[in-house]
Every structure is written in C-alpha cells, then in structure tokens.
C-alpha cells in the first residue's frame, strides 16, 4: 500500500511541473523557482532512515524537474543537470 502511494505521489509532482511550465501568467523565473523548491522540498524530506528506492524515487523527480526547467531556460538546466551529475 505504501509503495503505491509512493507512485501516486511521483505522479502528483510530474503533474505539478508540468502545470508549472503551462502557467501562461507566471514569469520564467517564478516558475524556475516553483520548480526548485519543490526539488528542494524533496530531497528535505530524505533521512538517513530513507530507503535506496526513495532515494531513487526523488533522484528520478529531480531530473524530470531540471528536463523541465531546462525547456524554459537552457542555460540554467543544462547547468543544473551537470551539477547534479558532479555529486
């Protein structure tokens, strides 16, 4: 039960980024933004009790999050995706 509340909650923030970047009335750094605080959000939430398969999970999310970023801001996706490959 737990685990597919887990993919219902992975559904649930790949459907809030993508209505990120639909906002029409949003600036492009608002959505930026929005985007980075829920990766944040994200990753704050991991513990040290945290399983592989959530670390996954949210290592998954951030690189749909930088994808998308990347789609409004080349620059500063291309930028965030190799950061995140230097870790």
């Given at each position: 039960m737990l685990f597919i509340k887990k993919?219902?909650?992975?559904?649930?923030?790949?459907?809030?980024?993508?209505?990120?970047?639909?906002?029409?009335?949003?600036?492009?750094?608002?959505?930026?933004?929005?985007?980075?605080?829920?990766d944040s959000n994200n990753y704050t939430n991991l513990g040290k009790d945290s399983l592989q398969k959530d670390k996954d999970l949210v290592k998954k999310q951030s690189r749909f999050i930088y994808r998308a970023i990347k789609t409004?801001?080349?620059?500063?996706?291309?930028l965030l995706y190799k950061a995140r490959d230097r870790k």
């Open positions: 993919l219902e909650n992975n559904m649930d923030i790949e459907f809030q980024i993508l209505k990120i970047v639909g906002y029409k009335t949003w600036s492009d750094r608002k959505k930026i933004d929005a985007m980075l605080e829920i409004i801001d080349e620059s500063v996706g291309n």
